[in-house]
């Protein structure tokens, strides 16, 4: 019998969202979750790193170039996302934990030795790479391993876990850019090698984690998935729900070794398009609102207030602290009053916040303390938005394409919302003007406003419901 022609039929997606959070789903958490906290290290290095490499004597960056190698670490991003995306589908997830944190280790360590702006770009693209490459294999197979009823809290928060990163690059930077203990040329060239240890330590962490069930049983290999999730069970021990008297329910799988191009198109452009233009608008309104922000969160306060590169780090801690807050305190409202109502509000909420705090900024009301203050307010609401633009693709797409399609909406949202963004606000930045800069930040709102009324209008009810029963797989038969 052909390979194509083999079906099987399997209780596997049933006794996975049977299960009740035990250690096994703790150390999925703690050893895929930390992908974030090493985003959040990379991305606040970077901010935090702007003013140390204006001042840097074998470097002596401008703002522009400032954005300029932000934007190149958001464009390997975006490249990286779409070509470990298709190969995350294609090979498995568990392959590619490993490839793509090779990139980023070796990319992170090599942009320490960065000798002009042109070899910083490029380290900073390839490790962009390696982090845009996790995003696809590391959302994917939580979406696949969480039981239903943890899905939208769980990944809020480890997407949100982005910002213990931020904090430990936050503190790494209070520490290495001190003149007082390192020199102006060394203190940022170890603080990208933070970085790479973090790294290493995540690659031991990740030596036992299995293969996705999900993506096993549809690409030929049954026994296998078999054998995960019985492990997975005696691991969870008591802490699943009993069997109903008729068994678990099953779904019949065509098997398959690939999904074509070409029907990956159709699904996410015809079947599910109304899916695809509420995923699209999320991601491009979070992409400009954070990136554009965050990646000149620096600039702005050595600019406009004066602080010191080396105290940047002070601030950048409250700040993180308001973004960690807001996925752990309302993510378990996304699986109790429901995707629609929660995005709606959280997107809503902080586009308006921000452009009251712009109006503000641009009046010279606020201090550097004031201002950090207000910024951790938009971001509490802000942080749980860009985490749901993430949940909202992962789990609204059938299981043969959900890590292509998380890669290409965060590739197209990164890429009009991200990569222009940073460039955009260095160059605003670099006026001089207060009131050029708010009306970045009044673009910025208007964008999330924007994906707020998307939201309410087309957003579906996901919260607690099978993958299965969100997006059918393309391989299920009758």
């Not at 809020?156 to 850019?177: D, E």
């Not at 398959?256 to 599910?272: I, K, M, Q």
């Not at 308006?352 to 550097?368: K, N, P, Q, R, T």
């Not at 938009?378 to 938005?385: K, L």
Request: hydrophobic share 50%.
């Amino acid at each position: 019998m052909e390979f194509h022609d083999r079906i099987v039929e399997t209780d596997i997606p049933a006794r996975l969202d049977s299960l009740r959070w035990s250690g096994f789903h703790t150390r999925v958490v703690f050893a895929l979750g930390i992908t974030w906290i090493l985003d959040g290290l990379e991305v606040t290095l970077a901010g935090a790193l702007s003013g140390a490499l204006k001042d840097s004597p074998s470097l002596r960056f401008s703002n522009f170039d400032v954005g300029l190698a932000n934007s190149a670490y958001l464009s390997g991003a975006v490249l990286g996302a779409l070509g470990f995306g298709w190969l995350t589908d294609r090979i498995g997830r568990k392959k590619l934990f490993f490839i793509t944190l090779a990139v980023y280790l070796t990319a992170t360590a090599a942009t320490a030795l960065s000798w002009n702006v042109w070899s910083y770009a490029l380290f900073r693209f390839l490790t962009g790479a390696g982090i845009g490459g996790e995003y696809t294999a590391i959302n994917s197979t939580i979406q696949e391993l969480v039981p239903a009823r943890y899905r939208g809290w769980t990944d809020l928060v480890i997407n949100g876990s982005f910002w213990i990163g931020a904090a430990i690059g936050a503190v790494s930077a209070i520490v290495l850019l001190d003149p007082l203990v390192l020199g102006p040329d060394t203190g940022w060239r170890l603080a990208y090698l933070t970085g790479a240890c973090l790294g290493l330590i995540v690659f031991v962490m990740r030596l036992w984690i299995p293969e996705s069930p999900r993506w096993l049983i549809t690409h030929g290999f049954p026994d296998q998935a078999q054998a995960i999730v019985a492990d997975i069970e005696r691991a969870a021990g008591e802490h699943r729900d009993p069997a109903p008297a008729s068994g678990w329910p099953k779904i019949k799988l065509q098997m398959r070794d690939h999904t074509p191009l070409g029907e990956v198109a159709r699904v996410l452009f015809s079947t599910y398009r109304q899916r695809s233009m509420v995923a699209l608008m999320l991601m491009v309104a979070q992409a400009f609102f954070y990136n554009a922000i965050f990646f000149t969160y620096a600039l702005v306060l050595t600019e406009f207030y004066g602080i010191p590169a080396s105290h940047i780090g002070w601030y950048l801690l409250p700040f993180a602290a308001g973004n960690f807050l807001g996925p752990l305190l309302l993510g378990r409202l996304f699986d109790s009053l429901g995707r629609r109502t929660m995005i709606t509000l959280t997107y809503g909420v902080s586009g308006i916040l921000l452009a009251i705090s712009g109006y503000l900024f641009a009046a010279g009301v606020w201090s550097a303390q004031t201002q950090t203050v207000a910024w951790m307010v938009i971001f509490f609401f802000a942080s749980p938005a860009a985490s749901a633009a993430y949940l909202t693709v992962s789990e609204t797409f059938p299981l043969e394409v959900r890590a292509l399609a998380i890669a290409l909406f965060y590739a197209i949202g990164t890429g009009i919302g991200g990569v222009v963004g940073p460039s955009l606000f260095g160059a605003l930045i670099d006026t001089g003007s207060r009131s050029s800069v708010f009306a970045g930040y009044l673009f910025g709102s208007i964008l999330m406003v924007a994906a707020a009324i998307v939201a309410w209008r087309y957003c579906i009810a996901a919260e607690r419901k099978p993958l299965e029963s969100v997006a059918r797989p393309l391989a299920a038969v009758d």
